[in-house]
């Protein structure tokens, strides 16, 4: 079995997705962590990525970047990418849209004018993110009702991404109480022993 190596800030963020897939598919990997204002980074690994920014993946030393290109190639590599063709395409859109409600969360959380983010927080909370969930929440019911998983009858990185998206945003229920297919799943996948025992172990960040 090849090394892995995942390389990021000392926070879930970005780089959250492909250790949950690791951790749920048991694999061994080192997780480095740079504190924000170490003196490790940039250092000598910036030169090692590929676009000079993290997270990356290496790979028996063999550098992969993009944070929901490296989740898709260990969810391929490791069974978790759905079982045929087309529910690895539907757990791949899923993966998407989560990337397009991780944007505009970040966006709220990075405006540096707080009238605006103040602004930017109340839409997005009252009006996109509801779309965004009420979208879901539908492709979840078309798979045989909506009880057990977004993709075929079995975990997918589908799954670990929503599970992923209530950590980013907040991790509280209060967003999905209209959403009771989606709320239902990430209690699934959290209590999924391999991801429970990640989420309790892994280090208390604040983002």
């Given at each position: 079995?090849?090394?892995f190596?995942l ?8 780089g ?6 690791l951790?749920?598919a048991?694999?061994?990997f080192e ?9 490790a ?8 990525c590929p676009?000079?920014q ?23 590599e490791?069974n978790?990418?759905g ?21 505009e ?5 990075f405006e540096?004018?707080?009238t ?11 009006e996109s993110?509801p779309?965004?969930?009420?979208c ?7 798979n045989n ?12 990185w589908?799954?670990?991404?929503i599970?992923?998206?209530y ?12 959403f009771?297919?989606?709320a ?13 025992e ?10």
């Open positions: 079995m090849a090394n190596k390389v990021y800030f000392d926070g879930r963020g970005r959250e997705l492909a250790r949950l897939v951790k749920a048991a694999i061994p997780d480095v962590r740079f504190g924000y204002g170490s003196d980074w940039p250092g000598e690994w910036k030169a090692k676009f000079g993290l997270p990356v993946l290496f790979v028996d030393d063999k550098p992969l970047a993009q944070s929901t290109t490296m989740a898709r190639y260990l969810a391929k490791f978790l990418a079982k045929c063709a087309w529910g690895q395409a539907r757990a791949d859109m899923l993966n998407d849209e989560f990337d397009d409600i991780s944007n969360a970040y966006k709220c959380f540096s004018d707080e605006k983010k103040a602004e930017m927080t109340a839409k997005f909370n009252g993110l779309r965004h969930l009420g879901l929440e539908n492709l979840l019911k078309e009702g909506g009880d057990g998983y977004f993709v075929g009858d079995s975990l997918t589908a799954g670990l991404g599970a992923n998206a950590d980013l945003l907040g991790g509280t229920d209060a967003p999905f109480e209209n009771p297919l989606l239902g799943l990430i209690k699934r996948v959290r209590a999924h022993p391999k991801v429970a990640w989420i309790n172990a892994r280090p208390q960040t604040p983002f």
